[in-house]
């Protein structure tokens, strides 16, 4: 990793690209997206399934995402296989060696805990993350990136009965079709300024994220105050370690935990915070 001037100015313009897009995928805070269209002109419903939602709606930005890298001086390549890391890489036209990886998240509002979201994940902490020269899984090594970040979606899920998700229309009713997803909000931020000391999914080697919207939006996850290098070795070596508590052994499973294994103290209010315990 380096070029960290080169980092901060890509972040900026990559938060600022991020807050243009609402307005381009949505109108009156409803996605423009409807449903499918087949040659005969029958509309066919979107499912709220957020496997569907996520795939379409980076079908629907990714020319965007194009135009951007061209006016900045990037190039992008897609990840060579589906589960590959990251979504995009994006490549200086001046300098290739400089490398940022963007991946893209969505995730929807959950309405049983307002301001609260329903997390995502930030890729594995698997080889290629302890490993920071291996090639699997991974468009380039993790440790040529000079900076990985993630380009969220937060949005509400329209309530809508069967019939809705299910009736086929008319192109002629296109307006009168019902979107199943709306109130749009974006952000872009380093991934380990939102990263949470959780796994993100089931039995997968996934980071997972902070769920507070207002954390999200403010890059203030559980590693914000102790800096990436802590991010990196407690993923590194999240499931591995082990702690002793109440007379037995167990793996760490939280930030507090690794910091007491480490012999480290992190002051909240101190910008730098971690200090090595006597």
Not at 29 to 43: L, M, P, Y
Not at 121 to 135: A, C, I, P, Q
Request: net charge neutral; with cysteine.
């Amino acid at each position: 990793m380096g070029y960290e001037a080169e980092k901060a100015t890509f972040s900026l313009q990559l938060k600022e690209f991020a807050a243009t897009l609402g307005s381009a995928i949505a109108k009156n805070d409803e996605w423009t997206i409807r449903g499918f269209i087949d040659i005969f002109k029958n509309v066919y419903t979107i499912s709220t399934d957020t496997k569907i939602v996520s795939k379409l709606l980076e079908l629907h930005l990714f020319p965007f995402f194009l135009s951007f890298a061209e006016e900045k001086g990037y190039d992008i390549e897609l990840a060579t296989h589906q589960n590959w890391y990251p979504d995009l890489t994006f490549l200086s036209k001046a300098d290739p060696q400089i490398k940022f990886a963007v991946d893209l998240k969505t995730t929807y509002r959950d309405e049983a805990y307002p301001g609260f979201c329903n997390g995502f994940t930030l890729g594995s902490h698997g080889e290629y993350f302890v490993k920071r020269t291996s090639t699997k899984n991974i468009q380039y090594p993790y440790g040529e990136y000079s900076g990985h970040f993630c380009l969220g979606i937060i949005y509400s899920r329209a309530v809508l009965d069967k019939s809705e998700e299910t009736h086929i229309y008319s192109l002629d009713e296109l307006g009168t079709i019902p979107p199943v997803i709306k109130d749009f909000l974006f952000f872009a931020e380093e991934k380990w300024k939102i990263a949470s000391d959780k796994g993100g999914s089931g039995n997968t080697a996934n980071i997972g994220s902070i769920q507070k919207i207002e954390d999200i939006l403010r890059g203030n996850g559980v590693f914000a105050k102790a800096g990436e290098e802590l991010f990196d070795d407690y993923w590194a070596n999240f499931g591995k370690l082990k702690i002793r508590v109440d007379g037995k052994w167990k793996k760490l499973s939280s930030f507090e935990e690794y910091l007491r294994y480490r012999r480290l103290s992190l002051d909240l209010n101190n910008p730098k915070a971690v200090k090595r315990r006597a």
